[in-house]
């Protein structure tokens, strides 16, 4: 388990991770299919998510890159790089998502 930040406004979502030198939970963006990492301070892992918060992949990316959209992404998770795998978080896995009011 760790603890999520949800990016709920447009500017949220836009905004991501970007201007922060850490993240210790990690970050949900809904309605997104591709990030990018130009500006960032810091590698991060991005799990994409289909529309039932199933994983379909997980990559890593360092600062400066433009990801590839996943088309049946609805939405994804970033995280500090390594974070992923110390989670045991793998391709197939669905992910539970309790949202406080």
Known sequence: MASLEVA???SERR???LGRDDLTGALLIERCRCV???GMRFAI???YLDAHRRVIDIVTMPPGRIGRPRL???SV???RAGACERWGL???DTL???LDA
Do not use: F, P
Request: hydrophobic content about 40%.
């Open 36 to 38: 990018h990492t130009i």
């Open 45 to 47: 892992d991005v799990a």
């Open 90 to 92: 793998a391709v197939g």
């Open 96 to 98: 539970d998502v309790r």
């Open 77 to 79: 998770i970033e995280s």
């Open 15 to 17: 905004r991501g991770l």
């Open 8 to 10: 709920r406004t447009r």
């Open 72 to 74: 049946a992404a609805r």
